[in-house]
């Protein structure tokens, strides 16, 4: 088990640069999640780390020690991959096997550790059975023993579950996440699923267009996003113009055109400073009220229902105020609002978040 | 449906065309069956004799001998060849890696004769006599495409992540060349090898250009020995000739299923 550090570190193909200047650095023991869209630079930079491909500038060190230069059979790490690689001319129990054939462990042990790896991911029976004849969620189980039988110091997972059905993906979800607990190893996870992110990581590096946006716990970068692309890449915000008139000591309030003065936590507007600013407000806190509901704390306004999107559990409303579309994702437990219906819309004020404006 | 006249001309013109091309090949199996003197019909007898009389023919088993040992070499040397190339040209970042493909490959498409006359003649300015060595490197280059162009193939299938993993468990890239990624292309490599014997071993065109006085192979012998006559010999040793060339890649296609079958790829 060992800290990732990423000093510098930029890549570039050609003349396009895949990432820009990246300093990062991943705790020992972290489960840490590189989230972002397509193209974002994601798997380039696991594999920078991995050591399958060589950083343009930048130095990477695991464990304190300098990797640029050590090729990647020597770097002791366990990799995963979104399709899960077994190697389809060997038993399950061969490939479970396979890393420790290079480590020193005696051949008597290795039986043993592989057992132990697969009883691990819940598949003590399948050792001699052939990829082939595994599902894909069990090829993926597999494919994690595999990484893990060796003690890497660093286990680096591409997408593992993107492969696999709903369902499942929610199950293994759980499951990799007690085995990573189980086994304390320091892990980079990349996934561009935002829900999967905040579900399994102790931390999260939100990438765009080869930059980290922001890194930080589920709660900080869901709550306090620090630029409107964070704000709108996890979860949907309604991200409105506003301008910031005054500072308490624990409050910045905002003057915003559609809802007045509306007062933020200081926490969750950091850097905020008077003149121009956002009010980021997430639509799972923006609530479309009955006749008669209790409306004391919040700050409301009447909008008119322009499309219901029906979930089951949950609604997403589209509603105009005035001029500005808002989205609103509320639970239901009744009938939704009618389509073209004017209904009043309402928020806390300690909900929102806010952003430096242009 | 199409109409049924326009159809059945085209099934009696192809049939036609298949009994042309097949017809003699039956009768030169059957004639070397023939228990009479005269390698023609009316059949006399059914008998192995002519098969008997090549056991002991030295002209024949020399010749039978040359081609097998040339085979073999050119299996073998085409074959590991054709796989550092396939390596270099699929996994590598080689520079003019479209030209070099080019190349290799172009052999398939110049005429034989061309072939044979030109690296003669190239042979001739470098002032080197012919020799058994030049009529393998002869071989060997008329084979390489075959190889490379199979073992391509396969090695374009077997997805890269699959080394990276061996590579991240730890395994150096020689070693993951041998315990990855040769076991799954392994079934291409015996292709590539069996074609390459079974090419060399009935070649005849570029092998009387190149083969030194005195050298035989099976098919230069028996165009020698038609030249005097048409003994029955001649068709039993052309049945052999069939067997094997037709034999061996049947019994290759059927090796390559069954390990597929067992590693499940
Ligand atoms: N070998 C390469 N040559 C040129 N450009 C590349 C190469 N590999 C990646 N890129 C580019 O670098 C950028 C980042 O790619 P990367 O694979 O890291 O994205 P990603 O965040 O993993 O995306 P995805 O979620 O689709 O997997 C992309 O624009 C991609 O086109
Ligand atoms: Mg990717």
Redesign the interface.
């Known amino acids: 088990m060992s800290s990732v550090h990423l000093n510098n570190i930029v890549k570039r193909f050609g003349n396009f640069t895949a990432v820009h200047p990246t300093d990062l650095t991943i705790p020992e023991g972290d489960f840490v999640t590189l989230l972002g869209p397509s193209g974002c630079g994601k798997t380039t930079n696991l594999r920078m780390i991995?050591g399958?491909l060589d950083p343009t500038e930048g130095e990477i060190l695991i464990g304190g020690r300098r990797m640029n230069d050590v090729?990647?059979?020597?770097?002791?790490?366990?990799?995963v991959?979104q399709?899960y690689?077994?190697?389809?001319?060997k038993t399950v129990a061969e490939n479970v096997g396979?890393?420790l054939?290079?480590?020193d462990v005696p051949k008597s042990e290795v039986p043993g550790r592989v057992q132990a790896a697969l009883d691990l991911v819940q598949l003590p029976d399948v050792g001699s059975r052939?990829?082939?004849?595994l599902s894909g969620g069990q090829q993926q189980r597999i494919?994690l023993a595999?990484?893990i039988v060796?003690e890497p110091e660093v286990l680096l997972l591409d997408e593992p579950l993107s492969a696999l059905d709903a369902n499942l993906r929610e199950d293994m979800r759980v499951e990799l996440k007690r085995i990573q607990h189980q086994i304390g190893v320091t892990t980079v996870f990349v996934t561009h699923d935002q829900s999967e992110a905040l579900a399994m990581s102790d931390r999260i590096v939100v990438m765009s267009a080869g930059r980290v946006e922001q890194v930080g716990t589920p709660e900080e970068v869901y709550n306090t996003p620090a630029s409107t692309f964070v704000a709108n890449f996890l979860g949907a915000s309604n991200i409105l113009p506003a301008r910031c008139i005054g500072r308490d000591p624990d409050k910045i309030r905002l003057q915003v055109p559609q809802f007045g003065v509306v007062p933020v936590p200081g926490e969750r507007a950091p850097g905020v400073g008077e003149g121009a600013a956002k009010l980021v407000l997430r639509a799972e806190k923006l609530t479309l009220l009955g006749d008669g509901a209790d409306a004391t704390g919040l700050i409301t306004a009447q909008a008119t229902v322009e499309t219901v999107d029906y979930q089951g559990q949950t609604v997403r409303y589209f509603v105009r105020l005035g001029d500005t579309p808002l989205q609103a994702i509320n639970m239901i437990d009744t009938r939704p609002f009618a389509a073209g219906s004017t209904v009043t819309i309402g928020f806390r004020p300690q909900d929102c978040a806010a952003l430096q404006g242009e | 449906m199409m109409g049924g006249l326009g159809w059945n001309l085209i099934r009696g013109w192809t049939l036609l065309v298949y009994v042309f091309m097949f017809l003699p090949v039956a009768v030169v199996v059957l004639l070397s069956f023939n228990a009479s003197q005269f390698g023609s019909f009316p059949m006399t007898g059914f008998s192995f004799r002519w098969f008997i009389e090549l056991t002991q023919n030295d002209a024949i088993l020399r010749a039978f001998r040359t081609s097998i040992i040339l085979g073999l070499l050119t299996a073998l040397i085409s074959t590991t060849l054709g796989v550092l190339a396939s390596l270099a040209l699929v996994r590598y970042r080689v520079p003019g890696a479209n030209v070099i493909s080019t190349l290799l490959i172009a052999p398939i498409l110049v005429p034989e004769v061309v072939l044979a006359v030109a690296l003669l003649l190239f042979l001739n300015f470098l002032s080197i006599n012919k020799s058994f060595a030049l009529l393998l490197a002869g071989h060997v280059i008329f084979t390489l495409p075959f190889v490379i162009l199979v073992v391509q193939a396969r090695l374009v299938s077997i997805?890269r992540?699959?080394e990276?993993?061996?590579?991240?468990?730890?395994?150096?890239?020689v070693?993951?060349f041998f315990?990855?990624t040769l076991?799954?292309m392994l079934p291409a490599v015996l292709a590539g090898a069996l074609f390459a014997f079974t090419i060399s071993f009935d070649d005849i065109t570029g092998t009387l250009f190149w083969k030194p006085g005195g050298v035989e192979t099976v098919p230069t012998q028996i165009f020698a020995m038609l030249r005097n006559s048409i003994s029955p010999e001649i068709n039993a040793l052309g049945t052999v000739m069939i067997v094997m060339t037709v034999g061996l890649p049947l019994l290759g296609a059927a090796i390559a299923r069954q390990m597929a079958r067992k590693?499940?790829?």
Do not use: W
């Open positions: 991995a399958l090729p990647i059979h020597k770097r002791n790490l366990g990799i991959f399709n690689a077994l190697f389809p001319h396979f890393g054939r290079y480590r052939y990829p082939k004849a494919a595999r990484a060796i | 997805k992540d699959v990276e993993a061996a590579l991240s468990l730890g395994a150096n890239p070693q993951t315990q990855i076991p799954l590693s499940g790829t």
